[in-house]
């Protein structure tokens, strides 16, 4: 696997593979890379040609509460999982390369409506920065799909949309979130719990499948997630939020919707974790 960080070599490479007829994918990640991500690589082997990988730590993403120094940073661990995966090309730019200006200066990219709620009023301008980030990477990578974990469903959403708002002639692939036998979601975020939390974490997700269970038969949405979200308290997590949302709005599900998601961030000890699970109804 060739590793980049300079623009021009990457455009050099982009452009050779496409005179030579090839596909490319495209997985962006901020490193510090588990079983989810490959799964991320799995899926855009299946979608094109060639794979294109990124690690960037996306300052533009981070609140000013939100510790960037500390994010793990394990770039040899993540080539060697990437090199295993089958990674074609991994880029990875340094923070003067993608805002060379600063980010006071850096024009970007703002997603209504799906940008706004649940993650995006628990971290004020983070979808900005994810919006924006995701698209100077398409624009440098140019390519013809993109894989994104479902984990991060309103993530997905959007980008989703800002490719739908903004034309651009991108294919969004989701990819199942994948779990640990307990059923908890795979994240980075993990490894900041202590072996005590790692027993009380997969309480989200064991409440959000309750849920999944209960809109089937029960449609006090509100209340429903309101019960949800003290079981999860009484787990030992703190409920950051826990909504029955409209699948692809994002909006509060109403009754005759049949496509919904449920969407829930809690607070175990020093880590946020979120999970959600769609539902059909
Ligand atoms: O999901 C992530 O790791 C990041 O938000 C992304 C999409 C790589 C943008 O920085």
């Known amino acids: 696997m060739k590793t980049i960080s300079d623009i021009k070599e990457l455009r050099q490479q982009i452009s050779t593979w496409r005179q030579q007829g090839f596909t490319i994918s495209f997985v962006p990640t901020m490193g510090n890379l588990h079983a989810g991500h490959i799964s991320l690589v799995t899926a855009a082997h299946k979608h094109a040609d060639k794979v ?9 993403q981070f609140g000013v509460n939100e510790d960037i120094e500390n994010y793990p940073r394990t770039m040899e661990s993540d080539q060697q999982k990437l090199t295993a995966a089958g990674t ?4 990875t730019p340094t923070p003067e390369i993608i805002y060379p200006k600063g980010l006071d200066k850096q024009s970007y990219v ?47 959403q959007v980008i989703q949309t800002m490719v739908e708002d ?27 719990l202590t072996e005590e939390e790692l027993k009380i974490a997969p309480a989200l997700s064991q409440n959000i499948q309750w849920l999944a269970k209960q809109v089937a038969t029960n449609n006090d949405f509100i209340g429903l997630a309101k019960q949800a979200a003290s079981f999860i308290d009484n787990a030992g997590m703190k409920t950051d939020y826990i909504h029955i949302c409209h699948a692809r709005t994002l909006q509060p599900a109403s009754e005759d919707d049949k496509e919904i998601v449920i969407l829930a961030a809690a607070h175990c000890g020093k880590a946020r974790l979120i999970d959600n699970q769609q539902v059909s109804l």
């Open 52 to 60: 294109v990988a990124s690690i960037f730590v996306n300052p533009m």
């Open 110 to 156: 703002e997603v209504p409506n799906v940008s706004d709620g649940y993650c995006g009023e628990s971290r004020p301008g983070h979808f900005r920065g994810v919006s924006t980030v995701v698209c100077k990477l398409f624009n440098l990578v140019q390519p013809d799909v993109a894989c994104f974990g479902l984990k991060d469903y309103q993530q997905v």
């Open 166 to 192: 903004l034309s651009m002639p991108i294919k969004i692939i989701p990819v199942a979130t994948v779990r640990e036998t307990s059923g908890l979601a795979l994240s980075s975020r993990n490894g900041y």
């Open 88 to 91: 074609d090309l991994l880029f």
